[in-house]
């Protein structure tokens, strides 16, 4: 008679781990870090470097000298890293990289316990972090150079130029025109801002890749994306002199590289197609209600981090089907 052998659960196991997931959204980011390369060059490769390197440090020293353990998954620690960089202003000084990525590794995410622990996306914290703290760095901005002859605008970036102009009283049409913030060329690789922030296009590439690979649901992008259209379009034509439009929302700033990437983040994001649903809905919110009437041109790190506040809350009362009572 064949021995029977007992063992405890899971009896099947999916070959998707954490590693192969963050390895997917590494490559998904792949075309906007090298549009930033072709774009911003040695300083951005600079930035990248010293963050993911000393996130990777950081980690390594909390879980083997501190906690004794082996680091769980280098593959998200280099993504938190990754996506830390893409939110710093491209000529940003390396120290710049190394802070944010301290907090966001060390503070973010060690303090609550590692990986699948924290509450709050480490690398929008290490970027909020920077930002409260070194505010005059963190909007210095460069310009882009050109692309197949096409010279990209200087200064200040799309939306604290829209802010600017505003205070002056010019409408916001006006100074779409005077920059030439055209959603074409926004869609490609026009405005400055952010690394991450030079081409929507690509970001939108990672999108349809990692749907692609079921790596991420469509839901909360597309609540966050669809609550900002909505919100924008109702302001703009209540008032288009005051209030931009939709498709100068969508690709400006940090709403897609947030949305995409960050709001997704498997520990700090609902658990139920509801829930995210509903968590979408109060980032894109958020985002518009701070860049309309906030002190900051921007609001997506905000939204974002108010929104992993909100997360436990709605998976209480949000619960997928096979935990519900």
Same mark, same amino acid.
């Given at each position: 008679?064949?021995?029977?052998?007992?063992?405890?659960?899971?009896?099947?196991?999916?070959?998707?781990?954490?590693?192969? $997931?963050?390895?997917?959204?590494?490559?998904?980011?792949?075309?906007?870090?090298?549009?930033?390369?072709?774009? +911003?060059?040695?300083?951005?490769?600079?930035?990248?470097?010293?963050?993911?390197?000393?996130?990777?440090?950081? !980690?390594?020293?909390? !879980?083997?000298?501190?906690?004794?353990?082996?680091?769980?998954?280098?593959?998200?620690?280099?993504?938190?890293?990754?996506? *830390?960089?893409?939110?710093?202003?491209?000529?940003?000084?390396?120290? &710049?990289?190394?802070?944010? %990525?301290?907090?966001?590794?060390?503070?973010?995410?060690?303090?609550?316990?590692?990986?699948?622990?924290?509450?709050?996306?480490?690398?929008?914290?290490?970027?909020?972090?920077?930002?409260?703290?070194?505010?005059?760095?963190?909007?210095?901005?460069?310009?882009?150079?050109?692309?197949? @002859?096409?010279?990209?605008?200087?200064?200040?970036?799309?939306?604290?130029?829209?802010? !600017?102009?505003?205070?002056?009283?010019?409408?916001? %049409?006006?100074?779409?025109?005077?920059?030439?913030?055209?959603?074409?060329?926004?869609?490609?690789?026009?405005?400055? @801002?952010?690394?991450?922030?030079?081409?929507?296009?690509? $970001?939108?590439?990672?999108?349809?890749?990692?749907?692609?690979?079921?790596?991420?649901?469509?839901?909360?992008? $597309?609540? #966050?994306?669809?609550? &900002?259209? &909505?919100?924008?379009?109702?302001?703009?034509?209540?008032?288009?002199?005051?209030?931009?439009?939709?498709?100068?929302?969508?690709?400006?700033?940090?709403? *897609?590289?947030?949305?995409?990437?960050?709001?997704?983040?498997?520990?700090?994001?609902?658990?139920?197609?509801?829930?995210?649903?509903?968590?979408?809905?109060?980032?894109?919110?958020?985002?518009?209600?701070?860049? +309309?009437?906030? %002190?900051?041109? !921007?609001?997506?790190?905000?939204? #974002?981090?108010?929104?992993?506040?909100?997360?436990?809350?709605?998976?209480? +009362?949000?619960?997928?089907?096979?935990?519900?009572?």
């Amino acid at each position: 008679m064949a021995k029977l052998t007992v063992s405890l659960s899971p009896h099947f196991q999916n070959p998707v781990t954490t590693r192969v $997931l963050m390895n997917d959204v590494l490559i998904a980011l792949a075309p906007a870090v090298l549009v930033s390369l072709l774009f +911003y060059g040695w300083n951005f490769f600079m930035l990248l470097m010293v963050s993911v390197a000393t996130c990777i440090a950081c !980690e390594f020293v909390i !879980e083997n000298y501190l906690l004794g353990k082996d680091i769980p998954s280098i593959s998200a620690t280099c993504l938190t890293g990754v996506l *830390l960089a893409l939110n710093l202003p491209p000529a940003a000084p390396w120290w &710049v990289a190394f802070l944010g %990525s301290i907090a966001a590794i060390g503070i973010a995410k060690m303090c609550f316990g590692g990986l699948g622990q924290n509450i709050f996306n480490p690398a929008i914290f290490g970027r909020v972090f920077l930002l409260v703290s070194f505010p005059a760095v963190m909007t210095t901005w460069a310009a882009p150079a050109g692309w197949l @002859g096409v010279d990209a605008f200087s200064g200040a970036t799309p939306l604290a130029a829209i802010n !600017e102009g505003l205070r002056q009283g010019m409408p916001a %049409s006006q100074i779409i025109a005077d920059n030439n913030l055209s959603g074409w060329h926004m869609l490609f690789a026009r405005a400055g @801002g952010s690394a991450g922030e030079i081409s929507a296009l690509a $970001l939108i590439l990672g999108f349809v890749y990692l749907l692609v690979k079921k790596v991420i649901r469509p839901h909360i992008p $597309l609540a #966050i994306l669809g609550t &900002v259209v &909505v919100l924008t379009s109702i302001f703009s034509l209540i008032n288009p002199d005051q209030f931009t439009g939709p498709l100068f929302n969508l690709f400006t700033g940090g709403l *897609l590289l947030g949305a995409i990437f960050m709001a997704t983040d498997y520990v700090t994001s609902p658990m139920a197609p509801l829930g995210m649903i509903i968590y979408g809905v109060l980032i894109g919110l958020l985002t518009v209600l701070i860049r +309309y009437f906030g %002190s900051y041109p !921007e609001g997506v790190s905000f939204a #974002i981090l108010l929104g992993n506040m909100a997360t436990p809350l709605i998976n209480k +009362y949000c619960k997928p089907r096979r935990f519900a009572a």
